[in-house]
């Protein structure tokens, strides 16, 4: 009886050091898709929501994007716990894939190191490009 008490005990303690307390950030979504959209049409400007999900403050210390196409802008004030908050990031619209990485540095504790890494993903086509088989339906004769 004696070791089952002393091994439930050690249970119990182990569960309890290793439960997390402190900040934790909760994104609604890790990735944006922007899909196909075209230069001029579309701003480029997209929006990362999240939550402080913990029970301290927490930082977003630093945003920093994979190239200097893509331009994130980071909470300046700390999130109080059950609050959310958003982190925006703009694309300049460059035709061609867009596949890029936003590194976002935290006290986070449910991150190793606070660190996540949000997506963003799509395709900007110029304005000028347009499908052959629109080209041919807009013909005079059809």
Known sequence: ????LGLVTTIIISVATYAQTGPKIEFKSVAIDYGTVYKGEDD???????TNTGDA??????????????????PKKPIAPGESDK????????????????????NAVNYENGTVA?????????????????????????
């Open 1 to 4: 009886m004696k070791k089952i």
């Open 44 to 50: 480029g400007i997209r929006v990362f929501e999240f």
């Open 57 to 74: 403050p927490l930082i977003v210390k630093n945003v920093k994007s994979s190239c200097g196409c893509t331009v994130p802008t980071k």
């Open 87 to 106: 982190i925006e990031v703009k694309y300049n619209m460059r035709p061609g894939p867009i596949r890029k990485t936003i590194t976002v540095m935290t």
């Open 118 to 142: 949000l997506k963003i993903k799509g395709l900007v086509k110029s304005p000028g490009d347009v499908n052959i088989l629109e080209k041919k339906k807009t013909l005079p004769n059809q």
